[in-house]
């Protein structure tokens, strides 16, 4: 039984950082591409950033270059996502995801690639 849990959301003022984390259990997500993707009410699910299996790639949405970054522990089964200079729309849940490759598409913003899904961490920024 595969599970992705997520933590780390929280309330934050505008600029101020948020470490996302999403620990896998089930699942070695040391072979697969994992993605962090985000929702806010009333739009659809937008990806946020990528990484490859082995950390050698990353990608990210315009919208968070410069201040988000994506990394993983493979050892601790777990992918993390910093995100510095938060802004209010950045106000969402935020999901990570898993997809079944160790190369992420090159579409990998889309949701249709990732197999596994986590129930989401909350995160408001005012």
């Known amino acids: 039984h595969v599970q992705l849990v997520e933590s780390g959301g929280g309330s934050v003022q505008t600029g101020g950082s948020l470490t996302l984390s999403c620990v896998a259990s089930?699942?070695?997500?040391?072979?697969?591409?994992m993605g962090w993707f985000r929702q806010a009410p009333g739009k659809e699910r937008e990806g946020v950033a990528s990484?490859?299996?082995?950390?050698?790639?990353?990608f990210y949405a315009d919208s968070v270059k410069g201040r988000f970054t994506i990394s993983r522990d493979n050892a601790k089964n777990t992918v993390y996502l910093q995100m510095n200079s938060l802004k209010p729309e950045g106000t969402a849940m935020y999901y990570c995801?898993?997809?079944?490759?160790?190369?992420?598409?090159?579409?990998?913003?889309?949701?249709?690639?990732?197999?596994?899904w986590g129930q989401g961490t909350q995160v408001t920024v005012s």
């Open positions: 995801a898993a997809e079944t490759a160790p190369r992420c598409e090159s579409t990998w913003y889309e949701t249709r690639w990732y197999a596994y």
């Open positions: 089930g699942y070695t997500v040391t072979a697969y591409c």
């Open positions: 990484i490859y299996s082995n950390g050698g790639g990353t």
